[in-house]
């Protein structure tokens, strides 16, 4: 059994996955989980960790067959190939990619702490400054320059866009 790569639609890799997983394929999409705004609150979002690709298993006999199936299956753009001959990925790098995406409990946040952003709107909109750290889950405090003395301000994160 070889792991080969497939190229997915934008933005449709989960649909890929379902529909391969449908047609009986062994298939493999690593997620992360990531920090996003959505209406206004920090959420925790399970996004692909290689956008539009996932990962198919087939076993020699298989190549013989058809890619057709595979091509044609809604949400896949195509298989990527080096030529005429199909991508291979290792078993060992599958492997060590299952066992970092199981054992990812955190999300990669939003804004990191020493980045520079910019307020969107408020009484402070325009200026900018330093992201010091989440304040619960709908606050964000942040360092700002006024009157040439630092200043910490707490702001919601959705007013805030990095720079």
Known sequence: MHWYVIHTKPRQEQRA????????????LPLLARQKLCRGAL?????????RY??????GGQMGQSWAPIRSTMG??????????????RADLIESLRAHSSAATHAVPLFTPGEHVQIKNGPFAGLEGIYQL?????RAMV??????KPSRI???PASLQKL
Do not use: M, W
Request: hydrophobic share 45%.
């Open 17 to 28: 996955l379902a529909n391969l997983q449908q047609q009986g394929y062994t298939c493999f």
């Open 43 to 51: 959420t925790v979002v399970p996004e692909p960790l290689f956008a």
């Open 54 to 59: 996932l990962f198919i298993q087939l076993d």
């Open 76 to 89: 896949v753009s195509r298989l990527v190939t080096f030529g005429t001959e199909p991508a291979k990925v």
């Open 134 to 138: 989440d304040d619960g889950e709908r």
């Open 143 to 148: 360092l700002i320059e006024l009157l040439h």
């Open 154 to 156: 707490t702001l919601a």
